[in-house]
Structures are given as C-alpha cells and as structure tokens.
Nanobody
Framework: HVQLVESGGGSVRSGGSLRLSCAASGSPYKRYAMAWFRQAPGKEREGVAC???????NYRKSVRGRFTVSRDTAKHILYLQMNSLQPEDSAMYYC?????????????????WGQGTQVTVSS
C-alpha cells in the first residue's frame, strides 16, 4: 500500500513560483508511474504532469514550458516546480501513483492518491 502526502502549496501573485512536493511511503516507489492533478471549484479534476520510472514525462498543454515534474528516487519524493503562475492555475493539487510503467494524465489511471495541497494565484 502506498501513502502520498503533498506539501508546498500556498498563495502567490501572478507570475510567481511554487514548488510542490509529494512524499511517498509504503510499497516500492521507484518503478511507479506518478502524476500531479488539480481540481478547481466546480471543475473536474485534470491531469497536469506525469512521470514514469525511467524519467519520461508528459504535460498538460497549458502548463508545458512553465511546470516541471521530477522525482528524487532516493528520498521517495515527487516534485512539481511551477513557474509563471497564473490565476487559472489556482486549484487543489493532488499527487497520484500506481504500479504501472506508462504514466497518464487520466484521473482513472491511478490507484493511490494524496489529500491535496491548495495553490492560489492572485492577479
């Protein structure tokens, strides 16, 4: 069983940066595909970025070039560096993981989920 705990959310002005972290514990972490999702009030949860065990990444089009997903396999931590933040990036951000090779931005792909961390961007 995998437990995921997010941190690093907060409030920033438009154009600012934040780095989210997701600490993983439990079953072997290294081979897991992992992802970041977000959900704004009244909207569906959407995939933001994902990363496979070999470091292959995929991004939602609207964050490509601004967000970077990475993982520290020694520390069992997943990161999301978010730069040039805009008000439309405001949402609860969730970390997800599963014992699969290929990552996906679909929210039906993952078995394990964290509780989320709030990101608020003001104009």
């Amino acid at each position: 069983h995998v437990q995921l705990v997010e941190s690093g959310g907060g409030s920033v002005r438009s154009g600012g940066s934040l780095r989210l972290s997701c600490a993983a514990s439990g079953s072997p972490y290294k081979r897991y595909a992992m992802a970041w999702f977000r959900q704004a009030p009244g909207k569906e949860r959407e995939g933001v970025a994902c990363i496979e065990g070999d470091g292959t990444t995929n991004y939602r089009k609207s964050v490509r070039g601004r967000f970077t997903v990475s993982r520290d396999t020694a520390k069992h931590i997943l990161y999301l560096q978010m730069n040039s933040l805009q008000p439309e990036d405001s949402a609860m951000y969730y970390c997800a993981a599963d014992d699969v090779v290929v990552c996906s931005l679909s929210n039906t792909w993952y078995k394990y989920w964290g509780q989320g961390t709030q990101v608020t961007v003001s104009s």
